[in-house]
């Protein structure tokens, strides 16, 4: 059975199962309704790297709100590590620990036990939005989208509190809004990953290893992304990486997974001088770590560049198609490098682009080696980084 097709039973089952077994559901939530004497809390977030490193306000802001309540969050394993450290957090499911429909209902009933009296689903999707209704959740909010498929719309009735969020505005200013449904009014958008001693230790022995220093003008740069349509071309970063090092100094390190390899050896190859790989050097938990002794980050629209910002790092993001106004750094200066071209923006933070609908991909192919060194000269002297 192909995954897409297996994707579509899925579906189906969830839609006839949810729809059937609604009186029973409806009528053991208004059993337990009112029953807990401490809150209790379930986030369900389906996002990527990214989009989860600018949702962890959001525990903060409960925590706040709420200092002995339970929160607990259910994340897809690939984003999962970014929470690892967090000490708003008392529990992180992995969804994929959940993969069939039997294990699903092994899900329900483990949430079931827990008696959690409020769900925020941060993203649409059809599983997503149906999880804290079998789980008898008494206050159920689903983030609605206009974009979304039918299915993901038919399973979203089944939430009691829906909160549209609207295309071109910034992603806290719909968290906060999800909030306020639990009193919580105030909302500060500082994103933030916690490191501990382990972590910076490992850091300062991988930048020793490779002879870098704290004099060293330490420029990360994040080449690749989940979306392959998001990445600038390879050349482009070879010549940036080279202008760098040749006239400004700059030690030029390359972030990413190991799955990033071929690319990044595909970069450094292309380049007249050196650079260091640092792909698939640092879990994802470390990757904070390390990225705090860079000076500034230079990258396509990924999950590093939200760590980045997360660990105070300023930031060049070579933006091609993305709506930066939905979601972009929060905590230190950023530039965006964009091009106005007819068909800007095709691409958003629920569910983003995967190819360019003109077959032309001009907003990235238009960007040029020197229009990035430009904004990172701007930044530096703006921000004091250098003397240049």
Same mark, same amino acid.
């Given at each position: ?311 105070? %790092?300023?930031? %060049? ?72």
């Amino acid at each position: 059975m192909s995954m897409k097709i297996s994707a579509y039973f899925n579906n189906f089952f969830w839609i006839f199962a949810t729809y059937l077994s609604a009186p029973y559901l409806y009528f053991r939530i208004f059993l337990r309704k009112g029953k807990n004497h401490k809150t209790k809390i379930l986030i369900i977030h389906g996002g990527k790297i990214g989009d989860l490193v600018c949702a962890t306000p959001v525990f903060r802001e409960i925590k706040k709100k709420f200092p002995s309540s339970w929160v607990a969050a259910i994340v897809i394993s690939k984003s999962r590590d970014i929470l690892i450290n967090n000490p708003h957090l008392d529990e992180i499911i992995s969804i994929n620990d959940y993969k069939t429909i039997g294990s699903k209902f092994r899900l329900f009933s483990k949430l079931r036990k827990e008696k959690y009296d409020w769900a925020f689903n941060f993203i649409p999707g059809s599983f997503h939005n149906i999880i804290s209704f079998w789980a008898l959740i008494p206050d159920r909010v689903a983030t609605l989208y206009k974009y979304s498929g039918e299915i993901i719309w038919l399973l979203s009735f089944f939430n009691n509190h829906r909160l549209e969020y609207k295309r071109h505005t910034s992603l806290e200013k719909h968290y906060a809004n999800l909030l306020e449904l639990i009193g919580i009014a105030e909302f500060s958008p500082k994103t933030e990953i916690f490191i501990r001693p382990e972590e910076e230790k490992k850091a300062s022995n991988f930048l020793k290893k490779n002879n870098i220093t704290a004099e060293d003008f330490l420029i990360g740069i994040g080449a690749t992304a989940g979306i392959k349509f998001k990445e600038w071309a390879s050349d482009k970063f070879a010549a940036l990486a080279d202008q760098l090092i040749e006239k400004i100094k700059a030690r030029v390190i390359f972030v990413g997974s190991s799955d990033d390899q071929p690319i990044i050896e595909k970069i450094q190859k292309m380049m007249k001088n050196n650079s260091v790989n640092a792909a698939g050097a640092f879990k994802l938990y470390e990757l904070a770590a390390f990225m705090r002794n860079l000076k500034l980050f230079i990258s396509v629209d990924c999950g590093s560049l939200y760590v980045a910002d997360a660990a105070g %790092v300023p930031s %060049v993001v070579i933006a091609g198609s993305v709506d930066m106004r939905e979601q972009h750094p929060l905590n230190s200066p950023y530039k965006v490098i964009q091009k106005n071209i007819y068909c800007f923006p095709c691409s958003f933070t629920p569910f983003p682009a995967r190819t360019c609908k003109e077959g032309h991909l001009k907003c990235l192919k238009e960007i040029t080696p020197e229009e990035v060194f430009d904004s990172v000269i701007k930044l530096i002297s703006e921000e004091k980084l250098k003397n240049i």
